[in-house]
């Protein structure tokens, strides 16, 4: 399946539903629902309109194929959808889901609104979904499942596999995890050990009794790199006295890799990081990229006041002017380079801790080279391009643009990691606010160089 | 585990190693390679000189567990490290790894190394590997563990368990693929549905017929969809007659989107798309670099000559020249922003094709409310912070913030749109490309506005 494929299947399924939208082809359409993946579901009904939103959701059937439909479709989303539909609906769609598909389509609805689901489903159910919801968003214990497969250290590998025809639930064992007498997490067997042995073996000799784990407070960026770094299918979640809570499957892993992705993507862009920002409104958009505009708005505001004071330069030869901007646009460009290879390379561990300064010295070794060789070619084309150009105007550009440069590759590089020391997001913040301090940063030495070789 | 804790294990690990390869320590050093998961050892091994490197893999083991260390390690690392070291050695230690693997260390080296340690391996494997190196790069082919378990679909689930038990190889069965007659992929049997059927069934009575599958030519960023939207544990992959060649698993899809996420940051920042940069030495980072900044040199030169055209409007009012950056400035940040969120949004799955009219006018829309808003507030600062100003000036500023704004947003979300119609990888040129455009634009817009209203 290439690319073009997947697009083009997502496209004729997407055609297909407005068809039948259209022509209020019910029998057709609950067909159709039932027989598409909940993810392609998901997919679709970004591209639909409010109208045929609610229109195909009030079709859906209250059943597992629709809440892990509302499991994979985006908050905002299951919000719209939501917002009209009776509690008792949505409890009825929910009360088979698995715990945690049941917290995240709750979490999407106000709080009043979750309550009010909440106290319809069973007693027990309420208090695990009370416990799951209570933990931190993007935290191992809010994306965990409970339903987790154990067995105790002391039976045989024979017993276990009757166990485990017998499960009914637990849709997918990746693992099985063996608990002792206080029902602590004390090993792990995989399905093919325990085929292979002979069927009296208890399970303490043949577990493993080394396990990776997290804490439900772990941050999820933090579990998924333990199961990217290790290729693990899960990882358990386990309380301080070592009682396993629940687990973290890959397939949620994925997920997070794919948001957190997007969230510094945005957030080094300056546009907030909600990753859903193109299902907002226009002004619920523009509002999310406004705090960063303003910051460099307030720089802009520095620069002019900058250039102001440097008038009486600009009056006597008004040709400095014209090189502005490309003295801060080098400058920004290389900035932003830096700025991205250092946030990336903290993001994929390439950046160890204590290792910053040779990182720095080495981007400025870079920041160098670039700028003397750019800061060459525009020296060159200002002292020839312009017939009534002064004499020194080619060596001031081209110094100008070496230390703009240099510079900007300095501080695209100790933004980040100063950022990082202060135990701040370096994602956040590097953007916008490293080709704003570059902005001013490289005007003011633009001017201080004119003024060292120009007589003005 | 917290964020803190995985970085501090690394950080004692390096520690741990640095300390015993100053004392020499030889049986401590392979005590502790031994028991040192392969992917801590590639990390740590980023954090190592030269010299530390080829001290602590000289002591490593011709076996499995350092074939997996080279399989994780970064591809210049590889070749670094593989350089010195003879065929044999080489041969020696990749004999036992899965072919997946052996193939990745190989295309670390150069062809003829690659060469002469492919003639040292088993025909078989020589074959095995010619045809997985012969796939493209970044491929479903190249990336696919040849080490498949499929069974006949006339076998019985009994049968099936058994031979599963015999298994010595497949460390990792994640779906049981069946075959027909011809070896072509006919289904796909879970393990559970294995256990808990009698004895007797046949597979094709329990198997689930509509597999998706995907081709060796595939993009791993397709397959990575595929993987990702389904939540697959694996993909098999199949040649167009149906034959199963090979599966991509969740733990190398989980690599990919790590890598492809990295390499459209590095794309939109103007910064290649070699995601080991950082390895890289300063000239060959500033090589990497360079070209990118080149169009932003072109389009420096082009706003220079633009501004030198429009020489006569600055030399009556050179305070004009002083909201040159502040214009561009914010400018190439709703730009970032716009190009950003639409280059993620393509990425994600959340802009579909026939949609891109909707999203070019919503995204003008958020460039006319934030432009509005942002002209404003500098046009005010422009009329009362001057007392020589023009009394248009704040006219002029403002408009031309608001124009530019407008114009940056459109910009920024038409060129990856276009190019994606094109069929080219939106990321490459966005970044470097909407930021020089917009310079240029920017200050056109504005000598023009300033043309028009103030009289010069």
Redesign the interface.
């Given at each position: 399946?290439?690319?073009e494929m997947?697009?083009h299947e997502?496209?004729i399924l997407?055609d297909t539903y407005r068809r039948l939208l259209r022509r209020h082809a019910r029998t057709n359409l609950i067909k159709l629902t039932t027989k598409t993946?909940p993810?392609?579901l998901a997919?679709v009904f970004?591209?639909f309109t409010e109208d045929e939103q609610n229109q195909a959701f009030a079709l859906m059937k209250d059943d597992e194929h629709t809440a892990e439909f509302l499991a994979e479709l985006d908050d905002a989303l299951v919000q719209d959808l939501l917002q009209e539909e009776s509690p008792e609906r949505i409890a009825s769609i929910i009360e088979k889901a698995p715990a945690n598909d049941q917290s995240d389509i709750l979490g999407a609805l106000s709080e009043e609104r979750a309550q009010s689901v909440l106290e319809l489903l069973e007693q027990e159910e309420q208090e695990e979904l009370a416990e799951l919801m209570g933990y931190p968003e993007d935290s191992a214990g809010a994306m965990m499942t409970t339903d987790v497969f154990t067995l105790h250290e002391g039976i045989t590998s024979g017993d276990a596999?009757k166990t485990?025809?017998d499960?009914e639930d637990a849709?997918?064992?990746f693992y099985l995890y063996v608990t002792d007498d206080d029902n602590c997490l004390v090993g792990v067997v995989s399905?093919?050990a325990l085929?292979?042995t002979s069927s009296d073996t208890k399970l303490k000799d043949i577990m493993i009794k080394r396990v990776?784990?997290?804490?439900p407070?772990?941050?999820q960026?933090?579990v998924a790199?333990?199961?990217?770094?290790?290729?693990?299918?899960a990882v358990p979640v386990i309380d301080p006295d070592e009682h396993l809570l629940g687990i973290v499957t890959?397939?949620d892993?994925?997920?997070v890799?794919?948001e957190e992705?997007?969230e510094?993507?945005?957030q080094?862009?300056?546009?907030g990081k909600d990753?859903e920002?193109?299902?907002k409104s226009?002004?619920g958009?523009?509002r999310a990229?406004?705090p960063?505009?303003f910051a460099?708005?307030v720089?802009?505001?520095i620069?002019?006041?900058l250039?102001?004071a440097f008038?009486h330069m600009?009056?006597s030869i008004?040709?400095l002017?014209?090189?502005?901007?490309?003295?801060?646009?080098?400058g920004?460009?290389?900035g932003?380079?830096s700025?991205?290879?250092i946030?990336?390379?903290m993001a994929?561990?390439?950046?160890?801790?204590?290792?910053e300064l040779k990182?720095i010295f080495?981007e400025m070794?870079?920041g160098l080279?670039?700028g003397a060789?750019?800061g060459l070619?525009?020296g060159f084309?200002?002292n020839f391009?312009?017939k009534n150009a002064p004499p020194n105007l080619g060596l001031v550009v081209g110094l100008s643009i070496c230390v703009s440069m240099l510079v900007a590759a300095t501080v695209g590089t100790v933004i980040p990691l100063i950022l990082r020391k202060l135990d701040i997001d370096p994602a956040v913040a590097t953007?916008?606010f490293v080709?704003?301090s570059i902005?001013i940063l490289g005007?003011l030495f633009y001017f201080i160089i004119a003024g060292t070789f120009l007589a003005v």
């Open positions: 399946m290439r690319k997947f697009d997502i496209t997407r993946h993810a392609d997919t970004r591209y596999i485990l025809q499960q849709e997918m064992v399905l093919r085929t292979i990776h784990s997290v804490r407070e772990t941050d960026e933090d790199r333990v199961v990217a770094q290790y290729n693990f299918l890959v397939d892993v994925v997920d890799i794919r992705a997007t510094d993507f945005l080094m862009a300056g546009a990753r920002i193109l299902l226009s002004w958009n523009a990229r406004l960063w505009l460099s708005w720089g802009g505001i620069a002019v006041s250039i102001g008038e600009l009056e008004i040709l002017a014209a090189f502005i901007p490309v003295i801060i646009g080098m920004g460009n290389i932003t380079q700025s991205t290879i946030v990336r390379g994929t561990g390439r950046i160890d801790v204590g290792g990182v080495k070794r870079v080279i670039l060789l750019y070619l525009l084309f200002a391009a312009f953007g916008p080709t704003t902005d005007v």
